[in-house]
């Protein structure tokens, strides 16, 4: 499908997915079911992406901080994950999306690695759509571990620091957010991206992430083309006519 928004640069828009156990209490139901319910979410938001003109979308889907939970909340998200993974693997490879991941895995589990793991391999040639989920995220964490990598091996400038942060030396640098959302009314970050949001339009919805949708998604795109990003330069003159 052609883009509905007829801007040629392709959006790398990140979203924090909040409010899953808020939208449950309000029902009665356990936060679980709320998680349950923002797997669908997941779902109906990385199929609105392309046509929205997004091409990266990162995901905050569990935070360092998130391990401070009840074991079974973990243990549910952890679950859940897993599950999307199976689930949605196939799906992806014919939609041409390549999943991959943010964050430490060291403190996964096996089977979670190893979902992560065959996800990645199987959707590697994707070029629609790059969904990143960030798991054990934290972006101060991932910004010391770039630190201290850069530390050991030359000089420390942006462009070095930014690729040291994607992972590498002479890869790719760490991919700038165009669009940050964050659904579930609060308005702060998290501690996710802080590097690489330096200068994305941060839009805040009172929309629980359960309910969030494509419609929700063009909103927050919509938004993001009626603002003017300046970089800390002058805005631009109108065209002489
Ligand atoms: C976001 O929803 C999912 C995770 C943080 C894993 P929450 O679980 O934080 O839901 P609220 O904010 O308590 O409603
Ligand atoms: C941020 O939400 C993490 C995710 C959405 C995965 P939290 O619910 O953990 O954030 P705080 O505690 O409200 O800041
Ligand atoms: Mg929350």
Not at 69 to 94: D, F, I, W
Not at 106 to 116: G, V, Y
Request: with cysteine.
């Amino acid at each position: 499908m052609k883009s509905t928004f007829s801007n040629p640069k392709p959006l790398h828009a990140a979203i924090i997915m909040d409010g899953n156990g808020r939208w449950a209490a309000a029902r009665g139901w356990p936060r679980t079911a709320g998680h349950r319910a923002g797997a669908d979410a997941l779902r109906r938001t990385v199929e609105a992406a392309p046509s929205l003109g997004v091409s990266m979308l990162t995901l905050y889907a569990f935070s360092s901080d998130n391990w401070k939970r009840p074991s079974a909340e973990v243990g549910a998200l952890m679950n859940l994950l897993q599950t999307y993974l199976h689930k949605e693997t196939s799906r992806c490879v014919e939609n041409g999306v390549r999943i991959g991941f943010l964050g430490r895995r060291d403190r996964l589990s096996l089977s979670i690695c190893a979902a992560i793991e065959s996800a990645e391999n199987a959707t590697a040639g994707g070029d629609r759509l790059h969904v990143r989920i960030a798991v054990d995220y934290s972006a101060r964490d991932a910004i010391l571990d770039a630190a201290t990598r850069l530390r050991a091996a030359g000089e420390i400038n942006r462009e070095n620091f930014a690729r040291a942060l994607a992972g590498g030396r002479d890869g790719p640098r760490a991919a700038e957010v165009d669009l940050l959302i964050r659904t579930g009314g609060e308005q702060r970050l998290s501690d996710f991206l802080l590097w690489e949001c330096a200068y994305a339009e941060l839009y805040f919805t009172p929309v629980m992430w359960p309910e969030f949708g494509a419609a929700d998604l063009e909103a927050a795109v919509s938004e993001y083309y009626r603002r003017e990003r300046r970089f800390g330069g002058l805005a631009l003159e109108p065209a002489a006519s």
